[in-house]
């Protein structure tokens, strides 16, 4: 079976996804920081699944090695998930342009650095998926989170664009956009319940919408229309609000 890369696969949502993943039968790249430390995931992985299993090293901000990691892949992967991200304290992140900076390399330069080199690939062969991991946060900058929201409203526009640029080779581009998820990013923040999901949750929605070969994905659902009506909010009041 083919293999799957998983960019930032310490991440909660990475990690069922790698397990929905499993379930279908794909082996599987996982890439991440500190690798080593995903080795009880591939040991279940592999004996409830029967799957392969290779973990990878891999910093998404160190770009100078992002050529050399795609080479170092014996076999190329059938569709690559990326799910890092990282998500400043607002107020911090305006102090300090070091989290600001953390915060636009991993959720954009860094993605845009790697896909870069893999879209070269797959178009290529005319063949394989690309599933990205953005945000709601990305559909319209608000007071509260408009750092790490720009960097995801940046990385949407770079999903969109690459989308149409392989349409024609047969490569798929699922942009994905979370509202709230309950994982170690979240969870120093009190979220309402009806509208978090659990990571499993995104993770099969992540499954089924890449499966049927869609192009955006909202999940919870309900997200897209929260979205819409956040987005069509006149600026002159949008401006006074604190949402
Ligand atoms: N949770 C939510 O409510 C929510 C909502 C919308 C979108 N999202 C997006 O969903 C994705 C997954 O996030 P999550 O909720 O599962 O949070 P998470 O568990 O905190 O995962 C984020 C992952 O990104 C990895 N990462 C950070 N910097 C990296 C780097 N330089 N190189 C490689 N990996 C790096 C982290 O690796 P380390 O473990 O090594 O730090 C971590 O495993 C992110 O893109 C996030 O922005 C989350």
Known sequence: MSYILIIGAKSDIAKEVARVYAKNGYNFYLAARESSSL????????????????LKEFDITDFASHESFYGSLEEKPLGVIVVSGYMAEQKSAQKEWSETLQTINVNYTGAVSILNIIANDFEKERRGFIVGVSS???DRGRKANYIYGSAKAAFSAYLSGLRNRLYESGVQVLTVKPGFVHTKMTEHLDLPPKLTATPNEVAEDIFNAQQKGRNVLYTKPIWMVIMLIIKHIPEFLFKKMSI
Request: aromatic fraction near 0%; glycine fraction near 10%.
């Open 39 to 54: 080795e009880d995931l591939k040991q279940d992985i592999t004996l409830r699944s029967g799957v392969e299993v290779v």
């Open 136 to 138: 709601v946060a990305g």
